[in-house]
């Protein structure tokens, strides 16, 4: 019954802006990154300037954490294009903002504590 629904969803998404979205973002992963995505609904990048490694989150916001050499969330990272995007889309956003320009993000991000938040670790749409 899971996996039924599964592929329905699944496949039911795919024309839909938000399924567009995560195939565009699935597209954009490398294949560890997708792996990652796949498994545990985020995805990791480092950072252009420091090196530092991020977690994106499946989400639109409120959803990157900074994480130390051993996988551990450290400080969160409130970032997002403007305008109402799909989930994928700001996502990717995102990602490639963080691995070009990660000074100019930590400028305007807005910094949260991730103790106290639960960041899904269940499979994205897609």
């Known amino acids: 019954m ?11 998404a795919e024309g839909t ?3 567009r979205s995560l195939r565009l973002l ?4 490398s294949p560890v990154q997708r792996e990652q995505f796949a498994r545990k ?6 950072g252009s300037d420091s090196r530092k490694r991020y977690r994106i989150h499946a989400g ?3 959803n990157v954490c900074e994480i130390d050499e051993r996988g551990r969330l450290q400080e969160g990272w409130c970032f997002m294009p ?7 889309d700001v996502m990717l956003a ?6 070009t320009s990660e000074g100019e993000v930590r400028a305007v991000a807005r910094r949260f504590s991730p103790s106290g938040f639960h960041f899904r670790q269940t499979r994205p749409l897609g």
Do not use: C, D
Not at 41 to 46: A, D, I, K, N, S
């Open 60 to 62: 639109a916001s409120v």
């Open 41 to 46: 609904g985020y995805f990791e990048v480092v």
């Open 94 to 99: 995102q990602k490639i903002a963080l691995e």
């Open 17 to 19: 802006p938000e399924g």
């Open 2 to 12: 899971r996996a039924t629904r599964a592929l329905f969803v699944m496949h039911g």
């Open 82 to 88: 403007i305008g109402a995007l799909p989930i994928g």
């Open 26 to 29: 699935r597209a954009w992963l």
